[in-house]
């Protein structure tokens, strides 16, 4: 995210003040570098030539985090503006490459912040638009495709099994997995605080919202970190509202699929 810089030092919405060096963390001064913070639950993931995959807290882009990615020797080799909270899934396609899944929110959180001798009255900060997706990589960072979560819905499950549903978030909701899992047919499944399990298939390129598959679980709420699992028959393991659903069909275990 790129943060324009005000020319002078007349307060502006979402502008670092005049003089402010670019392409350093406001904080410290110095060159970016990822936290590792208790709230995070972060693990590192190892792809097929020891590359180092994780994913760090930075603060300065929105709370967002970068995930980083290292040489078997340390070497910094670079870097995806989404990071905070996420373990990378990693898996070899169809193509024969490794393809890298995570989570990828956009949080609406504001850089504006208030100096000590200017009045509120004159400060205007705006929020920037949430956006929440699901976002696949190359081998080198570069996105393939975007999945967006766009169900606006918070529902709950009564006793009965009935749902009662209204429409209360109209950016959509939060990814709240940590690890996504992919199936050996490419298949992404991931578990969003919406409630739902979603299975997003391969094959698209840009901006999609229509899955493959949802499932709701029991109750959209702001859940813990949690990954997403397949177990060798190919069921889902998946967590909501602290209770383990196992998803998915005998019929397809039998065919083997995910």
Not at 34 to 54: A, F, N, W
């Amino acid at each position: 995210m790129l943060i324009p810089i005000a020319p002078d030092d007349t307060p502006r919405k979402n502008t670092c003040r005049a003089g402010t060096h670019p392409g350093v963390d406001p904080v410290t001064n110095q060159q970016p570098a990822g936290q590792v913070i208790p709230e995070s639950s972060s693990s590192p993931t190892v792809m097929r030539d020891g590359s180092i995959l994780y994913g760090a807290y930075t603060r300065y882009n929105g709370a967002r985090g970068h995930l980083f990615k290292f040489s078997p020797r340390g070497e910094f080799l670079g870097d995806f503006d989404f990071g905070w909270d996420v373990t990378p899934s990693v898996f070899v396609g169809s193509d024969g490459g490794e393809h890298i899944v995570i989570k990828d929110n956009h949080y609406p959180l504001s850089y504006c912040s208030q100096k000590p001798d200017v009045p509120v009255s004159q400060v205007v900060c705006a929020l920037p638009a949430a956006a929440y997706y699901v976002t696949q990589l190359d081998a080198d960072l570069v996105p393939e495709w975007i999945f967006q979560s766009t169900n606006t819905q918070s529902c709950q499950r009564g006793e009965d099994g009935s749902l009662h549903c209204v429409s209360d978030h109209p950016e959509g909701f939060e990814w709240c997995v940590n690890a996504p899992v992919v199936d050996h047919n490419g298949v992404v499944y991931a578990n969003s605080e919406d409630g739902r399990l979603y299975a997003i298939g391969q094959g698209h390129h840009g901006v999609f919202t229509e899955p493959r598959q949802s499932l709701f679980l029991n109750l959209a709420l702001g859940a813990a970190y949690t990954p997403v699992s397949v177990l060798p028959d190919g069921f889902v393991l998946a967590q909501n509202n602290g209770h383990l659903f196992v998803v998915g069909s005998r019929a397809r275990r039998d065919r083997g699929q995910g």
